[in-house]
Protein backbone atom coordinates (compact mmCIF):
# COMPACT_ATOMS: atom_id res chain seq x y z
CA UNK A 1 0.00 0.00 0.00
CA UNK A 2 1.04 3.84 -0.36
CA UNK A 3 -0.16 6.60 1.73
CA UNK A 4 -0.02 10.34 1.00
CA UNK A 5 0.76 13.16 3.40
CA UNK A 6 -0.01 16.97 2.41
CA UNK A 7 1.57 19.98 4.08
CA UNK A 8 1.61 23.83 4.13
CA UNK A 9 -1.81 24.60 3.88
CA UNK A 10 -3.19 27.99 5.91
CA UNK A 11 -4.70 31.50 6.30
CA UNK A 12 -3.10 33.60 3.57
CA UNK A 13 -4.56 37.06 2.27
CA UNK A 14 -5.52 37.89 -1.02
CA UNK A 15 -2.68 38.14 -3.38
CA UNK A 16 -0.31 36.29 -1.07
CA UNK A 17 1.24 32.94 -2.12
CA UNK A 18 1.68 29.94 -0.16
CA UNK A 19 3.55 26.11 -1.37
CA UNK A 20 1.47 22.97 -0.55
CA UNK A 21 3.78 19.66 -0.58
CA UNK A 22 2.71 16.39 -0.55
CA UNK A 23 4.89 13.04 -0.43
CA UNK A 24 4.07 9.35 -1.24
CA UNK A 25 5.25 6.63 0.76
CA UNK A 26 5.22 3.49 1.40
CA UNK A 27 6.44 0.37 -0.69
CA UNK A 28 6.38 2.00 -4.03
CA UNK A 29 7.26 0.31 -7.45
CA UNK A 30 6.61 3.82 -9.77
CA UNK A 31 4.36 6.64 -9.69
CA UNK A 32 2.66 7.55 -12.60
CA UNK A 33 1.46 11.11 -12.02
CA UNK A 34 0.71 13.28 -8.94
CA UNK A 35 -1.12 16.32 -8.73
CA UNK A 36 -3.70 18.17 -7.20
CA UNK A 37 -7.43 18.52 -6.82
CA UNK A 38 -9.57 20.86 -4.57
CA UNK A 39 -13.22 20.94 -3.28
CA UNK A 40 -14.69 24.23 -2.33
CA UNK A 41 -18.05 24.09 -0.14
CA UNK A 42 -21.05 23.63 -2.15
CA UNK A 43 -18.88 22.47 -5.14
CA UNK A 44 -17.33 19.85 -7.32
CA UNK A 45 -13.67 18.52 -6.56
CA UNK A 46 -12.02 20.08 -9.35
CA UNK A 47 -8.06 19.30 -11.41
CA UNK A 48 -5.74 22.40 -9.93
CA UNK A 49 -2.64 21.03 -11.66
CA UNK A 50 -0.98 17.22 -12.74
CA UNK A 51 2.04 16.36 -13.51
CA UNK A 52 3.38 13.13 -14.42
CA UNK A 53 6.67 11.15 -14.75
CA UNK A 54 7.96 12.61 -18.12
CA UNK A 55 7.31 16.13 -16.80
CA UNK A 56 4.31 17.21 -18.34
CA UNK A 57 2.14 19.37 -16.76
CA UNK A 58 -1.80 19.88 -16.55
CA UNK A 59 -3.39 23.34 -15.09
CA UNK A 60 -7.09 24.08 -14.31
CA UNK A 61 -8.18 26.98 -16.29
CA UNK A 62 -8.47 29.24 -13.39
CA UNK A 63 -5.18 28.56 -11.75
CA UNK A 64 -2.88 28.69 -14.77
CA UNK A 65 -0.52 31.39 -14.92
CA UNK A 66 -0.34 31.51 -11.44
CA UNK A 67 0.07 28.00 -9.82
CA UNK A 68 2.69 26.47 -10.54
CA UNK A 69 3.24 22.16 -9.78
CA UNK A 70 6.73 20.47 -9.77
CA UNK A 71 7.88 17.31 -8.85
CA UNK A 72 10.89 15.60 -7.09
CA UNK A 73 10.73 12.10 -8.38
CA UNK A 74 13.69 10.94 -5.88
CA UNK A 75 11.49 11.50 -2.74
CA UNK A 76 8.58 10.71 -4.29
CA UNK A 77 6.74 14.30 -3.10
CA UNK A 78 4.83 16.97 -5.73
CA UNK A 79 4.90 20.78 -4.48
CA UNK A 80 2.04 23.53 -5.78
CA UNK A 81 3.28 26.89 -5.25
CA UNK A 82 0.21 28.91 -5.42
CA UNK A 83 0.41 32.89 -6.41
CA UNK A 84 -1.36 35.52 -6.79
CA UNK A 85 -3.95 34.14 -4.37
CA UNK A 86 -7.62 35.29 -4.36
CA UNK A 87 -10.82 34.15 -2.27
CA UNK A 88 -11.67 32.31 -4.87
CA UNK A 89 -8.42 29.86 -4.47
CA UNK A 90 -10.75 29.09 -0.77
CA UNK A 91 -10.96 25.23 -0.92
CA UNK A 92 -9.49 22.23 0.67
CA UNK A 93 -6.42 21.08 -1.10
CA UNK A 94 -6.12 17.34 -1.86
CA UNK A 95 -2.78 15.96 -3.43
CA UNK A 96 -3.57 12.60 -5.49
CA UNK A 97 -1.61 10.06 -7.41
CA UNK A 98 -1.54 6.91 -9.44
CA UNK A 99 0.83 4.70 -7.88
CA UNK A 100 1.96 0.80 -8.56
CA UNK A 101 2.63 -0.53 -5.34
CA UNK A 102 4.24 -3.97 -4.57
CA UNK A 103 0.90 -5.28 -3.31
CA UNK A 104 -0.78 -4.54 -5.99
CA UNK A 105 -1.19 -6.14 -9.96
CA UNK A 106 -2.12 -2.39 -11.12
CA UNK A 107 -1.62 0.71 -10.18
CA UNK A 108 -4.07 2.35 -8.39
CA UNK A 109 -5.31 5.94 -7.71
CA UNK A 110 -4.29 7.45 -4.11
CA UNK A 111 -5.50 10.72 -2.31
CA UNK A 112 -4.44 12.10 0.56
CA UNK A 113 -6.42 13.45 3.72
CA UNK A 114 -6.84 17.33 2.55
CA UNK A 115 -5.42 20.34 3.60
CA UNK A 116 -7.21 23.73 3.75
CA UNK A 117 -6.41 27.02 1.99
CA UNK A 118 -8.26 29.98 3.10
CA UNK A 119 -7.57 33.44 1.16
CA UNK A 120 -8.95 36.24 2.71
CA UNK A 121 -10.17 39.22 0.79
Known amino acids: QAQLVESGGGLVQAGGSLRLSCSASGRIRSINSMGWYRQAPGKQRELVAR???????VYGDSVKGRFTVSRDNASNTVYLQMNSLNAEDTAVYYCNANIFAWSRSVPATYWGQGTQVTVSS
Open 51 to 57: IITGGGT
